[in-house]
């Protein structure tokens, strides 16, 4: 893991120091709200329906074992005694008080944290493959890159103040767990003709009122290019996007109305009006960085553990958890130990502070002191030798946090909703509760195979609706809630936006209606077929049909 260095630790203290200051001035009301509104974002502090809400950075979702601890300490000291991961890998309290914030972001300072630009109109927190320099299939660990990033972009002079947010995503496998299609920036690592390792440079890509998939900039970039040339596509970006409206101004409404190859041309023209930058990747200064990123001392073990095998035989619930929540790692003898924070009934990606503690123990013990955060908000052990997995689910069982749902029906993507949101629209939070317990049998869940449900409480789409197998999107009609199902989404790298199949719902209808488009999948899907493979094959008529012949 990166660690801070002396910059980084005075730069985090000063800023805790400079926000003490404005929240003193805020409570003695020498700042009225509007005042302290620009302050408290730029600090990652939102005014929610009933209370402030912090918004931690978590960096490409990567935490230390201590980082944990600290974030469980700060939910029981200063919380309601747990903390929400988001789909952006990083983690929200959603009731602290406002005097008590200066307190808590100096604790954060304490283990190499903070929340600033998780808000605002700059380059937020740089996500990736939540099993960055572990998966079997990866091309290059891209988390030194992510740091890179994060270096390059905080309070970069001519990038604070863009004409909206902006999102960053970046993969090194061929398979996209990082969702790279649908950011604003995606980097996607591929090896050109002669072998050598670059990044796929995508743009325009994003959810929300306009869902759109990324158009390719660049094929291949050599890496010590890639600063340069994402400074082009920030510059240009920069000079054109649109600042009198904010439904118009994300770069992929820029790129929709320049067009791709306009959009290209004058990155290339900015490119190469600039030079040679003095802002190249210079190999040593990311030999630096990629060295806090070694892997740990693996041991040296058969890929084959007897110890693991003989669980699994002996263990059917732990079999069952190994076959669907343990992942191939690429050194022998070790897996991927991948935690559902989706119990039936629970608000999907919370966590106590017992369950933090919980899980930092376990990677102290178990994983290299190291824990990652998804965007699917689940939590992941990286570095477990297999001989040591019985015991990892043995402890997580205990506490209940063995839910072997890891990318089926119940592993439901949530995001706050009216509940705590003061832009939703709807409630997200009891439609997924309604909908796991519909679905909470297991053996289920594994008949009907691969499946995502993602649910958003208003348009900006902060539950990913719009790329979920089956999405659902809260919306208001006159002062009711209803919800639109789409179908066909994805964000892998075979990424499509999910169509809408017509009117929409009840909460209290919603559960049935995934029944319906269940059981209709499963009476025309083909062998071996999954239900995207079914969706695209036949499309979403007899879907519509099933939902809405005898309405």
């Known amino acids: 893991m990166y660690r801070y260095d002396e910059f980084d630790h005075r730069f985090v203290r000063e800023r805790t120091t400079q926000f003490r200051d404005q929240v003193t001035r805020r409570l003695s009301g020498e700042l009225t ?11 990652g502090v939102y005014l929610q329906l009933h209370a402030y809400m912090l918004r931690v950075a978590v960096p490409y979702g990567t935490l230390s074992a201590p980082q944990m601890r600290q974030l469980a300490m700060i939910a029981e000291r200063y919380d309601r005694g747990y903390g929400h991961f988001t789909t952006r890998q990083n983690i929200q309290y ?53 740091e890179l990033l994060r270096q390059w972009s905080s309070l970069h002079p001519e990038f604070s103040f863009l004409p909206r947010k902006f999102k960053i995503a970046v993969t090194g496998a061929p398979q996209d767990r990082a969702a790279v299609a649908v950011h ?67 770069i992929k409404i820029l790129i929709h109305e320049l067009g791709a190859e306009e959009f290209r041309r004058q990155v290339e023209e900015e490119f190469a009006r600039a030079g040679t930058p003095e802002v190249e990747v210079e190999q040593r200064e990311l030999a630096r960085i990629a060295a806090y990123f070694a892997p740990p001392a693996y041991e040296d073990l058969q890929d084959v553990s007897t110890e693991f095998e003989l669980a699994k035989n002996g263990n059917r619930d732990f079999a069952n958890w190994a076959k669907i929540n343990v992942a191939e790692h690429k050194a022998p003898g070790y897996a991927i130990v991948n935690i559902s924070l989706k119990p039936v009934d629970g608000i999907p990606g919370d966590a106590t502070t017992e369950e933090m503690n919980l899980v930092a123990d376990l ?151 995934i029944e319906k488009i269940i059981e209709t999948y499963i009476a025309i899907r083909g062998e071996s077929e999954t239900f995207l493979q079914t969706y695209r094959r036949v499309g979403a008529d007899p879907f519509k049909e099933a939902l809405y012949a005898t309405a």
Request: with cysteine; hydrophobic share 40%; proline share 5%.
């Open 363 to 513: 990677s102290e013990r178990y994983s290299a002191n190291e824990i990652r955060i998804t965007h699917r908000q689940n939590l992941v052990l990286p570095y477990v030798r297999k001989r040591d997995l019985f015991a990892v689910w043995s402890a997580l069982n205990d506490a209940g946090l063995a839910i072997a749902n890891l990318g089926h029906l119940g592993d439901i993507i949530a995001c706050p909703g009216m509940d705590y949101c003061a832009l939703a629209t709807a409630r997200s939070i009891p439609i997924a509760q309604d909908i796991s317990r519909k679905f909470a049998d297991l053996k289920r869940q594994y008949d009907v195979g691969p499946l995502t449900i993602n649910i958003s409480g208003c348009i900006n789409a902060c539950g990913h609706h719009h790329v979920a197998h089956i999405g659902i999107l809260g919306v208001d009609k006159k002062g009711k809630e209803f919800y639109q199902i789409t179908l066909g989404g994805a964000s892998d790298e075979n990424a499509s936006i999910g169509k809408i199949l017509g009117p929409g719902f009840s909460g209290e209808e919603v559960p049935d209606a």
């Open 184 to 250: 604003d920036i995606g980097l996607h690592m591929h090896r050109n003709a002669d072998g050598e390792a670059g990044w796929e440079v995508l743009a325009g890509g994003g959810q929300g009122r306009t869902p759109m998939i990324a158009v390719t900039v660049r094929d291949w970039l050599p890496e010590r290019e890639l600063l340069p040339y994402l400074e082009a596509v920030m510059r240009v970006y920069n000079l054109h996007g649109r600042r009198d409206n904010k439904y118009k101004a994300r």
């Open 33 to 43: 709200e509007d005042e302290f509104k620009p302050l408290r974002l730029m600090n």
């Open 94 to 146: 959603n009731w602290p008080a406002l005097k008590d914030l200066p307190d808590v972001l100096d604790h954060l300072a304490e283990v190499e944290m903070h929340a600033i630009q998780t808000s605002g109109n700059c380059i937020r927190n740089v996500t990736t493959d939540q099993w960055a320099g572990v998966a079997a299939d990866e091309i290059a660990d891209p988390r030194p890159i992510c």
